[in-house]
Each structure stands twice: as structure tokens, then as C-alpha cells.
């Protein structure tokens, strides 16, 4: 069975600060996915990266970074400089061998709330 | 470009009453996907498409039907409503991970409450 766990319920920082959200996965499959969303408080899910188990590059994406890791089955996720506009929900989420019986089904964490503050 | 597209966005129900959660994506995605989020908690798959006529349950299926006789609609039903599938309930499309890169569509969401 799959399993993400964002160990992190909830983060409060002040603006301009940098945070990062923990993520640890597990699974049996070789070949996977790895997903964060972001979801504002207005209540939709925003796709923000996807990261395959063959490429353990780090990603730099503007204030967004993310940092893979299989040797720790963890990906964590890191906003620079933190604006008020990043306050909400942010989810890592799995889906398993792509070839196989996982049909892209994610499994998600319980996500981690972030408020900014100004 | 619609998306993934729910409705309705709100709904109150009384116990024991049915409903239909209605989804229609216009991406030709052959990849359908219901998930519930109960409050505090991350998402959790109910059922699943990977095409027109074929449907499969996913981690939670207890109280819910689907049917998928188009491409583009994946209705989700609710035949005897309970408190506890009060929830925001999400549908996702996306192409076959086999032909493509891009990540599941989301729709905006059916917030959902059973009084």
C-alpha cells in the first residue's frame, strides 16, 4: 500500500521568510510519481510540480524550490522569501508505476497549512 | 477552455436522500476520477474510470455509484445520503500516464452537506 505522510499540520511565518513542508512517501512500486498542490483558501487545488522516482534533480521554479531525495523516500518543498499570496493548503501527493495497475491514482497526505503573515 | 467542470458547487441534503454529483471534462481525457476531502484531511479516491464503460472502486466506495458511459461525463451518486459523506467532493481527468506527462485536472469542487 501507498502512503504519504506531511508530518507538518500547521506553519505560521512571518513574510519574507523562508519555509519548507516535509514530505515522506512510501511505496512498493519502482517506477512513480510525486505531486504537490497548493490549495487557497478559495477551495481549489493548484498543480504545482511532479517530480518522476528516475529523476532526482532538484527544481528551481522562481520562489519555489523542491528537494528529492530516495535515498529518504522524502520530497520536500521550500518557498523562498514567503509572500501573504502563499497562506493555504499545500498537499504532496503519489501515484504508483505509471505502466502498471496505478491507472495515475494519487494518494495524498493530510496536507500542511501555511499562513503567512504580513 | 472549460476543464474539468462540477456541478452543482453547493448542495444540502436531508438524511437518507439521493443525489447525482455531475462531471464533464472537454480535454478528450480517457482517465476520470472522483475524491472526497473531509475536513482537516487530504484527498481520498472513491472511484475511478480509465474509460467509457469501464469503472473500478477506489480507497473509499462505501454509499457511492458511478457510471461512465461517455468519455466526457463521469457522474458520481449518492443513493441514501449519510452525515458522514459530508464533504468537498473533487473530480480529476487526465490522459493515460502511459501517453502523457501532464498531471490530473481538477474541477473547482462540490462542497456538500447532509443534515
Known amino acids: 500500500a501507498q502512503k504519504v505522510t506531511q508530518a507538518q499540520t500547521e506553519i505560521s511565518v512571518v513574510e519574507k521568510e523562508d519555509v519548507t513542508l516535509d514530505c515522506v512517501y512510501e511505496?512498493?512500486?519502482?517506477?512513480?510519481?510525486l505531486f504537490w498542490y497548493k490549495q487557497p483558501p478559495s477551495g481549489e487545488l493548484v498543480f504545482l510540480i511532479r517530480?518522476?522516482?528516475?529523476?532526482?534533480q532538484n527544481e528551481i521554479s522562481g520562489r519555489y524550490s523542491w528537494n528529492f531525495q530516495k535515498s529518504t523516500s522524502s520530497f520536500n518543498f521550500t518557498i523562498t522569501a514567503s509572500q501573504v499570496v502563499d497562506s493555504a493548503v499545500y498537499f504532496c501527493?503519489?501515484?504508483?508505476?505509471?505502466?502498471?495497475?496505478?491507472?495515475?491514482?494519487?494518494?495524498f497526505g493530510q496536507g500542511t497549512i501555511l499562513t503567512v503573515h504580513p | 477552455n472549460a476543464g474539468v467542470t462540477q456541478t452543482p458547487k453547493f448542495r444540502i441534503l436531508k438524511i437518507g436522500q439521493s443525489m447525482t454529483l455531475q462531471c464533464t471534462q472537454d480535454?478528450?481525457?480517457?482517465?476520470m476520477y472522483w475524491y472526497r476531502q473531509d475536513p482537516g484531511m487530504g484527498l481520498k479516491l472513491i472511484y475511478y474510470?480509465?474509460?467509457?464503460?469501464?469503472?473500478d472502486k477506489g480507497e473509499v466506495p462505501n454509499g457511492y455509484n458511478v457510471s461512465r458511459s461517455t468519455t466526457e461525463d463521469f457522474p458520481l451518486r449518492l443513493e441514501l445520503a449519510a452525515p458522514s459523506q459530508t464533504s468537498v467532493y473533487f473530480c480529476?481527468?487526465?490522459?493515460?500516464?502511459?501517453?502523457?506527462?501532464?498531471?490530473?485536472?481538477f474541477g473547482d469542487g462540490t462542497r456538500l452537506s447532509i443534515l
Open positions: 480535454m478528450n481525457h480517457n482517465y
Open positions: 480529476a481527468s487526465s490522459y493515460s500516464p502511459q501517453r502523457s506527462n501532464q498531471p490530473q485536472h
Open positions: 517530480r518522476n522516482s528516475f529523476d532526482e
Open positions: 511505496t512498493r512500486d519502482t517506477t512513480y510519481y
Open positions: 474510470s480509465v474509460g467509457a464503460g469501464i469503472t
Open positions: 501527493a503519489l501515484s504508483g508505476n505509471a505502466g502498471g495497475t496505478s491507472y495515475g491514482k494519487l494518494t
